[in-house]
């Protein structure tokens, strides 16, 4: 279960890289920068999930990934990245489920952590698909860039 995930975080890191060449594509430099960032924080949850997996001495599994993200606008790169860090939450509240009911303390409070992280990715991706609309709406996406851009 848990060495599933560690692909599910370089998903995400791939998927950030895809949004990232899309942003820039369109114009907005300021959201490739933060795309950019958030794919390295991304594979550092890979690694970290990697290193837990290391020191048990599992096998990492090879369950299929996504390469990229879908939209062509740049609202629905947002709202398809809010759509992933909401998918990483319930595939880390899943696992943590699963070691609860297996007993695996380890794993349950090693989750626990990664999912206080998550919750701040998830309320971080949400407010910025939120913030893309009413700019979109308002014809300020250049602006909304400036703001994400200060947030890489
Ligand atoms: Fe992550």
Do not use: W
Not at 91 to 101: C, E, Q, Y
């Amino acid at each position: 279960m848990l060495n599933k995930h560690y692909l599910k975080e370089m998903e995400a890191s791939i998927l950030y890289l895809d949004a990232s060449n899309k942003a820039h594509n369109l114009g907005y430099n300021g959201c490739a920068k933060y795309f950019l960032e958030m794919s390295k924080e991304e594979s550092h949850h890979a690694r970290k999930v990697v290193k837990f997996i290391n020191k048990r001495g599992r096998i990492l599994e090879q369950p299929e990934i996504k390469f990229t993200i879908e939209g062509e606008e740049l609202a629905d790169i947002f709202s398809n990245i809010m759509d992933l860090e909401i998918e990483v939450m319930a595939n880390l509240v899943a696992l943590s489920k699963t070691s609860i009911d297996s007993g695996d303390e380890a794993a349950e409070s090693f989750l626990d952590e990664m999912i206080k992280e998550q919750i701040d990715g998830v309320d971080e991706a949400t407010i910025n698909y939120k913030k893309c609309l009413i700019a979109k709406e308002n014809g300020d996406l250049l602006g909304f860039d400036e703001y994400i851009k200060q947030l890489a």
